[in-house]
């Protein structure tokens, strides 16, 4: 169910929830957080199907707050989605309009859960400084998402000098399934021999830097990416060793290949991760990731991008 509510306060958004409580039977107490979202017009449905999917691992209270156009006179739009509409939460759209309506803590304070955790989801776009922004100062965790930004490059080396304990990025966590197969590769052949690794994906993908990151920083020898222009993500990773190279590869589909010296090919099971599974995995954890936080702030700075090259096979 929609509740419409044009032209309103968040006072009034307060009481309609307290209202729609009672008469439909919505219960808070089984909430664990708040979810925030900050996105623009056009990408509001996107962010707010994600963060449905994934409250049903969390349950949560969600508040969108979608910007609109920052000319005409001040105006907030509010939608409340219960039921059928919301997944396992309650929804709460704010679109705003004018000058001084900003996403900022007056705007949502009266909509907090009480003595809940605080999530803030920048779904497309990246805040130069997620933890110095009005609402990511009173959040937990930040997440951001590099990858849907106009040069994910730029957006993912512009955290190394703003990065807060609680930041996060989803191109951290489509990696989880690749560095848990890594490490377990690595622990079966060792890191004896071991030379140089080349990462190949597209150029463009903030999770390719960020995997080579790990990896140079983790086992100390040479990484090179490789550009791969027939993917948009990560397709493989190659081991070379002086007793023969290792292979994982994923050129597409949820199947990738693991080539080992002397041995036949392995299929692994390494699915593409959508934005909730991604988002849910981050909502599982309000403490810091010190691992991503230390890649953003020593990985990075010895991953040399100008290895980039060209694939050779």
């Known amino acids: 169910m929609m509740i419409e509510l044009p032209n309103t306060t968040t006072s009034k958004v307060a009481k309609k929830l307290i209202s729609s409580r009672r008469t439909h039977g919505v219960v808070a107490l089984s909430r664990v957080l708040t979810l925030v979202v900050i996105t623009r017009e056009g990408f509001a449905e996107n962010a707010i199907e994600a963060a449905n999917l994934a409250s049903r691992e969390h349950p949560?209270?969600?508040?969108?707050?979608?910007?609109?156009?920052a000319q005409g006179e001040n105006r907030l739009?509010?939608?409340i989605r219960v039921g059928g509409?919301?997944?396992a939460s309650e929804v709460i759209v704010m679109r705003t309009h004018g000058p001084d309506m900003e996403a900022d803590e007056a705007l949502i304070s009266a909509l907090l859960l009480p003595d809940a955790p605080i999530v803030a989801w920048w779904p497309h776009g990246v805040p130069v400084d997620p933890a110095?922004?009005?609402?990511?100062?009173?959040?937990?965790?930040?997440?951001?998402?590099?990858?849907?930004?106009?040069?994910?490059?730029?957006?993912l080396f512009s955290r190394v000098a703003t990065y807060r304990a609680g930041d996060t990025d989803l191109a951290w966590t489509r990696l989880?399934?690749?560095?848990?197969?890594?490490?377990?590769?690595?622990d079966l052949v060792g890191t004896e021999g071991l030379t140089s690794i080349t990462v190949k994906g597209s150029e463009n993908s903030p999770s390719t830097t960020l995997l080579a990151a790990w990896l140079t920083m983790c086992l100390d020898v040479p990484v090179t990416i490789a550009a791969d222009k027939?993917?948009?993500?990560?397709s493989s990773v190659r081991l070379s060793r002086e007793g023969g190279d290792v292979e994982l590869s994923r050129p597409s589909g949820p199947v990738a290949h693991l080539y080992l010296p002397g041995s036949a090919p392995q299929r692994i099971s390494l699915p593409r991760r959508s934005v909730a599974e991604c988002l849910a995995e981050e909502m599982r954890r309000l403490d810091a990731d010190d691992v991503f936080g230390e890649v953003i702030t020593r990985g990075l700075?010895?991953?040399n991008l100008r290895s980039i090259r060209s694939s050779d096979r």
């Open 77 to 79: 739009d509010v939608q």
């Open 85 to 87: 509409d919301a997944g």
């Open 176 to 186: 989880t399934l690749w560095r848990a197969q890594l490490a377990s590769i690595i």
């Open 132 to 155: 110095a922004t009005a609402l990511g100062k009173i959040a937990h965790r930040r997440i951001t998402d590099s990858g849907e930004t106009k040069d994910p490059t730029a957006a």
């Open 301 to 303: 700075a010895l991953t």
């Open 60 to 69: 949560c209270r969600i508040i969108v707050v979608v910007r609109g156009s």
């Open 230 to 234: 027939s993917t948009a993500g990560l």
